[in-house]
């Protein structure tokens, strides 16, 4: 029951980026180990329905259930008590991640108005987010049902140690990225 882009990772990624770089055996390349998709959501602190909207939202955009982020402490500026719900999460992982991959890559970020391609920056350990401004860039959101214009992080986990294995790894997953890596 294996998705088209796992298919695709382990007969032409894998033989690529070992060829690439050289590395002895098939273990060392670089794999995609989870996508975790968050939004924080401020404005939650005074109403309480766009926790749930945020919820359902991303259930609808990743098909896994959504959980509530909670807050580590108290923050009276900010009207913040300790483990209030001041946003939402998901983890993907294996098919479930491979298929939300595919539809970013060809269907939502197509959608975003004036799309040149995404940053180049990764993290130093071969991780890399993406932060997207719209939720409606997703065809699995209504337009006329939401309340507010969310935005969202989508991080990429991979096991590459270095930028430049994790960017040759996301570049191969067909990630628009803008320029070359340096």
């Given at each position: 029951m294996s998705t088209t882009l796992g298919n695709d990772y382990k007969e032409?990624?894998?033989?690529?980026?070992?060829?690439?770089?050289?590395?002895?055996?098939?273990?060392?390349?670089p794999r995609l180990e989870k996508i975790v998709i968050n939004q924080g959501l401020g404005a939650a602190t005074q109403d309480k329905k766009l926790i749930e909207t945020a919820l359902n939202e991303?259930?609808?955009?990743?098909?896994?259930?959504?959980?509530?982020?909670?807050?580590k402490k108290d923050i009276s500026n900010f009207k913040?008590?300790?483990?209030?719900?001041?946003?939402?999460?998901?983890?993907?992982?294996?098919?479930?991640?491979?298929?939300?991959?595919e539809r970013l890559v060809k269907v939502a970020?197509?959608?975003?108005?004036?799309f040149k391609g995404i940053n180049s920056k990764l993290d130093g350990r071969g991780n890399y987010t993406l932060g997207i401004q719209e939720q409606i860039i997703f065809p699995e959101i209504n337009?006329?049902?939401?309340?507010?214009?969310?935005?969202?992080?989508?991080?990429?986990?991979?096991?590459?140690?270095?930028?430049?294995?994790?960017?040759?790894l996301l570049k191969k997953f067909g990630l628009p990225f803008k320029h070359e890596n340096k």
């Open positions: 032409r990624i894998v033989p690529e980026l070992q060829k690439e770089f050289n590395y002895s055996t098939v273990m060392q390349v991303l259930t609808a955009i990743t098909g896994q259930k959504a959980v509530p982020t909670l807050s913040l008590r300790k483990k209030m719900p001041i946003g939402a999460m998901v983890t993907l992982r294996k098919d479930k991640m491979y298929e939300f991959l970020l197509p959608r975003i108005r004036d337009i006329d049902s939401v309340p507010k214009l969310q935005g969202m992080n989508i991080t990429f986990v991979t096991s590459a140690p270095t930028d430049e294995e994790g960017f040759a």
